[in-house]
């Protein structure tokens, strides 16, 4: 079965995002016509296991500080990716929504050998400073296509206790 979700909420938003194991797709021969959003995280750390396989530990969409401009531990951005094949080129941009001031403008390329492999991006964040409380949005584009998009909210305050 395959599983395509569209965003639900104002941002946050994935153009389109399936599953890979769906055997319908594969007996299309893995034609879709675009390149489609598997995952868009922020996390804690992320990790590269000897085998390969991506350890994303400690997701998140909240920050908190008491005062601005703050900066936090470092921390992760994940984008997943998949249905390209070739040379590509992708941006990753954190924005103040209110502003619109670009916080993280980060741009690369990748290749993909195949359609059907999903092309992880996993950037370390490093004293990224946040001139103050709001809305910062997580663009994530492929060719200049907005595939994606999440908000990180950073509080002003301190967290609530977990229930």
């Avoid at 909420?9 to 797709?25: E, H």
């Avoid at 996390?43 to 969409?61: H, Q, S």
């Amino acid at each position: 079965m395959i599983g395509i979700c569209t965003e639900w909420k104002k941002y946050g938003s994935l153009k389109k995002s399936f599953f890979t194991d769906s055997p319908t797709l594969r007996e299309r021969g893995n034609q879709l016509s675009e390149p489609v959003l598997v995952g868009l995280l922020f996390a804690d750390r992320v990790i590269v296991e000897n085998n390969g396989k991506r350890g994303i530990i400690g997701t998140f969409n909240v920050f908190h500080s008491q005062n601005f401009p703050a900066v936090f531990p470092p921390w992760y951005l994940y984008a997943a990716v998949t249905n390209l094949t070739g040379k590509h080129t992708f941006a990753l941009t954190l924005v103040n929504e209110e502003t619109q001031q670009v916080l993280i403008p980060f741009n690369g390329e990748f290749e993909s050998p195949e359609t059907d492999v999903v092309v992880e991006l996993t950037p370390a964040m490093m004293n990224v400073a946040f001139p103050r409380a709001g809305s910062y949005l997580l663009n994530f584009s492929v060719d200049g296509e907005l595939l994606g998009t999440r908000i990180l909210y950073v509080r002003q305050g301190i967290p609530a206790p977990a229930r």
